[in-house]
């Protein structure tokens, strides 16, 4: 079983910045396809990056430009950095997990991720 602990949540400024952690234990880390999800008060989760085993990564639009995913695969930890936030970027985050060499193509689906962390929480304020 995987667990995941998500850290580094807080609140800023629009214009700041904040790296978001996630740390794996359980199997071996580095043959998942790893993501980070957030989820504003009375919206859907949204997928916000992704980082296959090889280090294929992908944004949604939103974010591209402000926000590089990376992970430590010595230390198996995930990250999150998180550069010029936007008020419009106040949500939960979480920090998730797809067993697969490769992420799959197409938009970041929940239903997807096998595993999840349980959020941190993450406001900018204009």
């Known amino acids: 079983q995987l667990q995941l602990v998500e850290s580094g949540g807080g609140s800023v400024q629009a214009g700041g910045s904040l790296r978001l952690s996630c740390a794996a234990s359980g199997y071996t880390y580095s043959w998942y396809c790893m993501g980070w999800f957030r989820q504003a008060p009375v919206k859907e989760r949204e997928g916000v990056a992704r980082?296959?085993?090889?280090?294929?990564?992908s944004y949604v639009d939103s974010v591209k430009g402000r926000f590089t995913i990376s992970k430590d695969n010595a230390k198996n930890i995930l990250y999150l950095q998180m550069n010029s936030l936007k008020p419009e970027d106040t949500a939960m985050y979480y920090c998730?997990?797809?067993?697969?060499?490769?992420?799959?193509?197409?938009?970041?689906?929940?239903?997807?991720?096998?595993?999840w962390g349980q959020g941190t929480q993450v406001t900018v304020s204009s």
């Open positions: 980082i296959d085993s090889v280090g294929n990564t």
């Open positions: 998730a997990a797809e067993r697969r060499y490769f992420c799959s193509g197409g938009p970041m689906r929940a239903g997807e991720f096998d595993y």
